[in-house]
């Protein structure tokens, strides 16, 4: 046990002597900025189609900046436009921005060892993370000469930022069209279904391997059919979660006999690839043994 308080004292110092030398927070920005210009793109181009949407439908500005900047979700906010122009429902919209953005759940708690002694930036670092912030802190091999707490926050805050400067312009841009923007609202469906595209195309192996997906259509369908157009959504999203969760152990041993995992963690190993978060982790072991 004293070793292992001795362990983390030292790393707590050492963490706070690095954040107190000149140029840290310069050289986490410089480490973190390059990991972020390809989400610049897609956010600033999903952004713009999204402020364009807040545009067609009737919006001022300042409903999607400050959307944008206080809800950070992005399929949740397309789903709002919807929301903000039906009937008044606070339980429904509740539910489905819980179901929409449940994996966030889970991100949260993989994140928690990695949030430790993050001081003041913890519950921005936990407000402003996103699918594309968790990806990049959770696998980026951070410079041993950089500080960690400041080189995650400075990813969830230029993503966070791009996605809000997009949305701005968008709705700027779509007051200068000279063209109808009617019918934009399809980009939803749009983004949805190429994501879902790419994630199948993505995943080798056959229909075994993509039960998730042909879960979720089964299931949007069925509800679809029971429920109708204007109520499918919730209960949908509720019989997914339920079919994951009881079907869970069965999908675990297909991905299990299928290796994807394993293939792709023995070629990381190959090739010499390791995340600076296995790093921290094995260090962490080394100094509880």
């Known amino acids: 046990m004293n070793r292992v308080a001795h362990g983390e004292s030292w790393r707590r110092a050492v963490r706070v002597r690095s954040a107190s030398e000149p140029g840290v927070r310069s050289r986490a920005f410089r480490a973190a900025f390059p990991l972020t210009l390809p989400i610049a793109a897609g956010f600033l181009f999903l952004g713009c189609s999204y402020g364009l949407l807040m545009h067609a439908k009737g919006f001022a500005f300042l409903y999607p900046v400050c959307m944008a900047y206080f809800i950070f979700a992005g399929s949740m906010e397309f789903v709002t436009v919807n ?12 539910m489905l921005a819980l179901m929409v953005n449940a994996r966030h759940l889970f991100y949260g708690l993989s994140m928690l060892g990695r949030y430790r002694d993050m001081g003041w930036k913890k519950p921005y670092l936990i407000f402003a993370m996103c699918d594309e912030s968790f990806a990049i802190n959770s696998s980026a091999r951070i410079p041993d000469d950089v500080d960690r707490g400041w080189f995650m926050l400075f990813v969830n805050l230029l993503n966070r930022w791009y996605w809000i400067f997009g949305t701005a312009l968008g709705w700027l841009v779509g007051g200068l069209l000279p063209v109808s923007t009617k019918g934009i609202e399809f980009v939803l469906t749009a983004l949805f279904l190429v994501i879902f595209l790419d994630q199948w195309m993505g995943v080798p192996g056959g229909l075994r391997s993509h039960l998730p997906a042909v879960i979720g259509v089964l299931a949007s369908a069925s509800c679809l059919a029971a429920f109708g157009a204007d109520g499918f959504m919730i209960p949908s999203m509720v019989a997914m979660l ?3 969760v009881v079907l869970r152990p069965w999908m675990d041993d297909l991905k299990s006999d299928g290796g994807t995992d394993g293939d792709v963690r023995g070629v990381a190993m190959k090739d010499g690839v390791a995340s600076d978060a296995d790093r921290h982790d094995r260090h962490d072991m080394e100094v509880t043994a």
Do not use: E, H
Request: aromatic share 20%; net charge neutral.
């Open 83 to 94: 929301l903000l122009l039906g009937a008044f429902n606070p339980v429904a919209a509740f």
């Open 242 to 244: 339920v079919l994951f």
